[in-house]
């Protein structure tokens, strides 16, 4: 059975951003954006809230590991830091550990 997706278009917001009133729209600005650390702080948002497939409809790979040193704060329970450092070594990226 194929899930439905809860990925928004355009003027609602992600079901992954509960703590800000923003859009499907403000988060793809905000990725976009010039603001490092706003940036930063949404790639960590939606790492840790997102459903790991719809994370690569927002982000790459190597965004993940450009910004690591910030993203890795975001994850939380300390058990799913471990998941994703191990994924990202097991992929073959260099991050470190918690």
Same mark, same amino acid.
């Given at each position: 059975?194929?899930?439905?997706?809860?990925?928004?278009?355009?003027? @609602?917001?992600?079901?992954?951003? +509960?703590?800000? *009133?923003?859009? @499907?729209?403000?988060?793809?600005?905000?990725? =976009?954006? *010039?603001?490092?650390?706003?940036?930063?702080?949404?790639?960590?948002?939606?790492?840790?809230? =997102?459903?790991? *497939?719809?994370? +690569?409809?927002?982000?790459?790979?190597?965004?993940?590991?450009?910004?690591?040193?910030?993203?890795?704060?975001?994850? +939380?329970?300390?058990?799913?830091?471990?998941?994703?450092? +191990?994924?990202?070594?097991?992929?073959?990226?260099?991050?470190?550990?918690?």
């Amino acid at each position: 059975m194929n899930e439905s997706r809860d990925i928004p278009s355009g003027r @609602e917001r992600p079901y992954f951003i +509960w703590n800000a *009133d923003l859009t @499907e729209q403000d988060v793809r600005l905000i990725l =976009a954006s *010039d603001d490092e650390y706003e940036r930063k702080q949404m790639i960590g948002h939606i790492v840790r809230n =997102a459903r790991f *497939d719809d994370v +690569w409809e927002y982000v790459t790979v190597q965004d993940v590991v450009d910004n690591w040193r910030i993203v890795r704060g975001f994850l +939380w329970p300390p058990s799913l830091r471990e998941t994703w450092t +191990w994924a990202l070594r097991v992929w073959g990226y260099d991050v470190p550990s918690a």
